[in-house]
Nanobody
Framework: QLQLVESGGGLVQPGGSLRLSCAGS????????IGWFRQAPGKEREGVSC????????EYADSVKGRFTISRDDAKNVVYLQMDSLKPEDTALYYC???????????????????WGQGTQVTVSS
């Protein structure tokens, strides 16, 4: 069974940090571009970041550029999203997704992705 499992979410104060993990089960992630999305209540799903296959390139939404960093450890079959300087508007359910493509072109389009995780909640509040 092919699965993506997110972890690392939680409650953090504004200005704090969290590191989300996206682990692949039943398949290796190195052949896939991996995207991170988030969805806040009442809002559309938003593409946050993407890492192309085999560490070729990364992409970030303007709303997180300079604060979030995506990385991948193909040996561990995990992709990370390091989130620093968190703001209340970062509060959302965060998902990772795998696209059967090496590249992140059009990464913000959900239809590009073949597999999705169940999500991990991030809440930024004092």
């Amino acid at each position: 069974q092919l699965q993506l499992v997110e972890s690392g979410g939680g409650l953090v104060q504004p200005g704090g940090s969290l590191r989300l993990s996206c682990a692949g089960s039943g398949f290796t992630l190195d052949r896939y571009a991996i995207g991170w999305f988030r969805q806040a209540p009442g809002k559309e799903r938003e593409g946050v970041s993407c890492a192309s296959s085999r560490g070729g390139s990364t992409e970030y939404a303007d709303s997180v550029k300079g604060r979030f960093t995506i990385s991948r450890d193909d040996a561990k079959n995990v992709v990370y999203l390091q989130m620093d300087s968190l703001k209340p508007e970062d509060t959302a359910l965060y998902y990772c997704a795998a696209a059967g493509s090496f590249y992140c072109s059009g990464y913000q389009y959900p239809g590009l992705y073949d597999y999705w995780g169940q999500g991990t909640q991030v809440t930024v509040s004092s």
